[in-house]
């Protein structure tokens, strides 16, 4: 679990050290806001691609090599970018394609991990290791804003790339010497009565779900409906969550042009990491008390929905205030309570595909992702657009609120945590 932490961390260094030297590098290279948008887009496009393959894999062959393997990779794009960029005359076409390999090779990190976590992970503490890892990815968000900004300001750009690189390149030593080397066991263990048929299948389910939990007329639901309800409320939380990580720093430089860059860099993900273990923490309690929360329509029944609501219902009203007038002190703590609520997705939406689909719950998170990544790709340069022709974040915020809003309401509706990958889909009801 210590190893899948720093690499979690070390994953969003590397994908942090373009956001952070973003403003920098528009200056040396004269990029537009539209030309550092597609840049920073070139990562998510790069991220669609691998997430349906390396989850399948990993339920196949096991989760810990698939992340070896791309660690190892993404470690060598990471250290040689900047030397690519010198050698080029077409910086932002090398960037650009630096960054989508980088995705590439990333895509299959969080699909493997779903899938590693199913196999290997007790229901009751599946919760909790997932909002550990997210919790990495804020720690390693968190360095790459305090210490990149610092080695940003004093050894250039360049320097962000080639640390991160090594440090990632230490992980995949002591990975290789210590847990892959032969001494890890890659067989899964598949559950007796689960479907060996193609995942794309559940969301075609025919069957239906009865909820019988009160007198009267009775709801049936298909059950492809709770499927695809996590899907478009995982979709829209990566979404805003990208467009925030992408264009922060540049926020922050721009209306504050005289703040300390390792302040707003820093402190929304050091709050975000106690939020994230909590929440995971809060969700495994309330798993092993079998305690459950209705949907307030179509009263569904889904464990993971109040860390979801908090998650994009509570983190969008901070940045309904963020889009006014602010100073510097309330903007950090808007956008610090913003990211800290929303960290509570890591126990929501990220657990709920190992509850309906534990078989093929690798392939099926790389699915949600690329989703998510598809539609954070079309955001974070959206945002851009309308930063250049509007001159106003307003417009940006209002976007996520949108976003966040829909997929909210999706999840409340049709949500559910009931296993759908049995070969047995007679109808259930729920007493």
Known sequence: MVMLFIGTCLLYCARMAMPICAVTLAVVFQWSKIDSGLALGGFFWGYCVTQVLGGHASDKIGGERVLFI???????????????????????????????????????????????????VVKGDQAFLMSAMHS???????????????????????????????????????????????????????????????????FKKPNMFVCAHKPGPQLSVSLSLFVRAMVVAHMCMCSTSFVLLSWLPTYFKETFPH??????NVIPWAIAIPSAICGGYFSDFLVSQGERTASVIGSLKCEYLRPQFIAMGVSSMFLIILAGSVSFPTAVTLVSMS??????????????????????AGALYGFMNTMGAF???????????????????????????????????????FGDAHRVDLEDYSPVNVI
Not at 82 to 90: A, D, G, K, M, N
Not at 396 to 413: K, M
Request: hydrophobic share 50%; with cysteine.
């Open 70 to 120: 791309s660690t190892v990779s993404w470690t060598l794009i990471t250290a040689a970018t900047p030397l690519l960029v010198h050698l080029s005359s077409h910086t932002l076409a090398v960037m650009t394609g630096a960054r989508f390999l980088m995705g590439v090779l990333q895509g299959v990190f969080f699909p493997s991990l779903a899938s590693l976590c199913s196999q290997r």
């Open 136 to 202: 990495g990815s804020a720690l390693g968000t968190l360095l790459a804003g305090g210490i990149g900004s610092l080695m940003l300001d004093r050894f250039g750009w360049e320097s962000v790339f080639y640390c991160t690189g090594f440090l990632s390149s230490l992980w995949t030593l002591v990975v290789w010497l210590y847990l892959i080397n032969g001494k890890m066991d890659t067989k899964t263990n598949p559950q007796p009565g689960v479907s060996r048929t193609p995942w794309l299948s559940l």
């Open 259 to 264: 703040a300390q860059g390792w302040v707003y």
């Open 339 to 360: 990211v800290g609520t929303s960290s509570l997705s890591s126990s929501g939406v990220s657990v709920n595909v190992q509850d309906l689909t534990p078989s093929c």
């Open 375 to 413: 539609s954070g790709l079309v955001l974070v340069s959206l945002s851009g657009y309308l930063i250049e022709v509007s001159h106003s974040w307003a417009t940006v915020f209002s976007l996520i609120i949108l976003v966040n809003t829909l997929g909210l309401v999706v999840f409340l509706i």
